[in-house]
């Protein structure tokens, strides 16, 4: 996928929905998606500037709210109800910004609202949550039901056996070699709202997607006594007594010294002039 970058001049910026208008102009763009406050102010501009066909922006919250000072709402509320005109679809996120954007003129048939309705990870089954974007509250029925397919689907298994954390070389793509390439095939805990993160996506299983690639603790006070781990070792290569060495430690929550002076026994060289 090609990308380019365009700079933002600090504060605000005249000049750029401009220079993004050319940019899109000389790409021929069909349709632009903007995202956040700020780029979606000047995309949007930019977009209907350049006659792309179809512009669309997600609302993923606003820059002030109505309890904010009246100079700060002014301006952003100013800005949003600008750009807003440029755009086809807005695609609103947090349920409580709808009112304020229907009070900045922006008509219902253009405000979406995403989330109404959710898949688990079983495609086909939706999940209705009407309940809570607009009552702030689940029904009993759908928790039991929620609960009761969670019991079912683990079919007596650990959260940590269901969420096994696999880490392998590339090169265990290579039919046969799979054994020999794998540096981790464990059990393991969290998920990505836990501080130890195994975030995953649930589309695709439970498999971790995101780990700490490094836990460290460094003590300012006397770095000897410093710790740390990695989730496997520091080697890449499978023959090597480091290649997932620290695995142990870190699926338990330990971590190693990780003091600047080398070890005792190290073995030292002098040099003596001639």
């Avoid at 500037?49 to 301006?75: E, F, I, K």
């Avoid at 495609?123 to 009552?135: A, N, R, S, T, W």
């Amino acid at each position: 996928m090609r990308t380019e970058t365009v700079a933002k001049r600090p504060n605000l910026d005249p000049s750029l929905p401009l220079r993004l208008a050319a940019l899109l102009a000389r790409r021929g763009a069909e349709i632009v998606h903007t995202h956040n406050p700020k780029p979606g102010v000047y995309g949007r501009i930019a977009a209907r500037m350049a006659r792309v066909p179809v512009v669309v922006n997600t609302v993923h919250g606003l820059y002030a709210q109505p309890g904010d000072a009246w100079a700060r709402r002014s301006v952003v509320y100013g800005l949003e109800r600008i750009a807003a005109k440029c755009s086809d679809a807005e695609l609103v996120q947090n349920v409580e910004d709808l009112p304020v954007l229907r009070g900045l003129g922006i008509p219902d048939d253009k405000l979406n609202l995403l989330g109404r309705e959710l898949e688990t990870a079983q495609p086909g089954v939706p999940v209705e949550f009407d309940d809570v974007l607009d009552e702030g509250r689940i029904d009993d029925d759908l928790l039991r039901a929620a609960l009761d397919d969670a019991i079912e689907r683990a079919d007596g298994r650990t959260w940590g056996e269901i969420h096994r954390l696999l880490i392998v070389h590339p090169l265990a793509s290579i039919p046969g070699l799979e054994p020999l390439f794998t540096a981790a095939d464990v059990p393991f805990g969290g998920d990505e709202q836990t501080v130890a993160q195994g975030g995953f996506d649930g589309s695709l299983g439970f498999r971790p997607a995101v780990i700490p690639s490094w836990r460290v603790v460094w003590d300012l006070g006397d770095l000897e006594r410093s710790v740390g781990v990695v989730p496997t070792g520091v080697s890449g290569n499978p023959a090597s007594p480091h290649w997932s060495d620290q695995l142990d430690l870190y699926i338990g929550g330990g971590a190693k010294p990780y003091g600047f002076a080398p070890p005792p026994a190290a073995p030292t060289l002098t040099l003596l002039p001639s």
